[in-house]
């Protein structure tokens, strides 16, 4: 064949290559898997601005594990957290709506989320939990926001009454957990005027936990990047 030139190279035309509405998710990604959560009746933690808030457990389908099926449905594990004498907060309960709320618009009805990531996955997120995709495709989360939402969901739990209250031994054991760390603190403080900060919030802590909740249902007896679309809601059994 006699040499011959080549005509000019093609050019690639711009495409978008990555959907604005999916969490970009790489080999080594740990994507958020489907959950349900549930509580048992001496997980209480103090908070500062709501008092007494039910600390909430995870049943996370992951297939094989804790009793969750191959097919990753969690009805064993959540028939074992009953039994173990767990309340699952089911995300379907009524109770979960706030006053005036459409169910289609309400924040914690249906606590169930999810985002459609690039495989084709579910990412399963907590109630408040917001991502931005930087133009880079890292995923920030709204940590400091979701945190403040999650405690207002835990409230709300607590108010409507889906939880038992909590119970005065337990109040009791979680006060002198607390006065053991003051004491503590105490000590060190002497040696190290650097914790005096920390001693004050503590004595502070201690104080409001030792003050009977006068609620009845309480009572014991950022950068450059794109939001992502809402997230989805989804059945919590598969």
């Known amino acids: 064949m006699p040499a011959h030139t080549l005509r000019a190279p093609k050019r690639q035309t711009p ?35 709501h008092g007494w808030l039910p600390k909430l457990s995870k049943l996370i389908a992951v297939p094989g594990v804790n009793g969750v099926g191959d097919d990753g449905s969690l009805n064993r ?42 495989t084709g996955e579910r990412w399963w997120v907590e109630p408040g939990s917001e991502p931005t995709v930087t133009p880079a495709g890292r995923i920030i989360w709204n940590t400091d926001d979701s945190v403040v939402v999650f405690a207002r969901f835990r409230k709300h739990i607590r108010d409507a009454g889906i939880v038992e209250p909590i119970h005065p031994l337990v109040i009791a054991e979680k006060t002198a957990n607390q006065r053991a760390r003051v004491e503590d603190l105490q000590r060190r403080a002497a040696m190290n005027p650097h ?44």
């Open 15 to 49: 495409t978008e290559t990555r959907d604005p509405d999916l969490l970009p998710v790489g080999p080594r990604t740990k994507i958020g898997r489907r959950f349900i959560y549930v509580h048992y009746e001496s997980a209480w933690n103090f908070h500062a601005e």
């Open 77 to 118: 594990a959540i028939n074992g957290a009953t039994a173990k004498g767990g309340t699952v907060i089911r995300p379907e309960d009524k109770r979960l709506l706030q006053s005036g709320e459409d169910p289609e618009e309400a924040e914690f009805y249906q606590y169930g989320r999810y985002y459609s990531t690039t």
């Open 195 to 238: 914790l005096a900060d920390k001693l004050a919030a503590a004595i502070a802590t201690l104080e409001a936990m030792r003050t009977q909740p006068d609620d009845p249902a309480t009572k014991a007896d950022k950068k450059a990047g794109r939001k992502v679309g809402r997230a989805r809601r989804g059945s919590v059994d598969g």
